[in-house]
């Protein structure tokens, strides 16, 4: 059974066109190292700017496995040259009943 993840990556001052190129190839190149199923993420942008990602690994093993993945870490330090990872929590829209985002794909 997959795993849904819900990922919040608040970019870095300047870094937001560099951060939504990073988080197009985000799946393809997880679904190269055979991570994450085939179900489409979806893609969204909090209001201040915050990207919002929902995806499905194939598991919990898989999960597992990304942090021992050469390449994963590699995605992974990238992320942290362009953004803070913020809890879902965080963002002013999951106060609201009904949490809306824009969706960017």
Request: proline residues 4%.
């Amino acid at each position: 059974m997959g795993q849904v993840s819900i990922v919040c990556y608040r970019p870095k001052p300047g870094k937001e066109a560099q951060l939504l190129e990073l988080t197009r190839q985000h799946i393809p190149i997880l679904r190269a190292q055979g991570l994450v199923t085939d179900r489409e993420p979806y893609l969204m942008r909090a209001a201040d700017g915050t990207l919002v990602e929902v995806f499905e690994w194939k598991s919990a093993d898989a999960i597992e496995a990304a942090h021992a993945n050469q390449e994963v870490g590699k995605l992974w330090q990238r992320y942290a040259d362009l953004c803070d990872y913020v809890k879902l929590g965080d963002l002013a829209e999951t106060r609201e009943l009904f949490a809306n985002f824009d969706q960017i794909e």
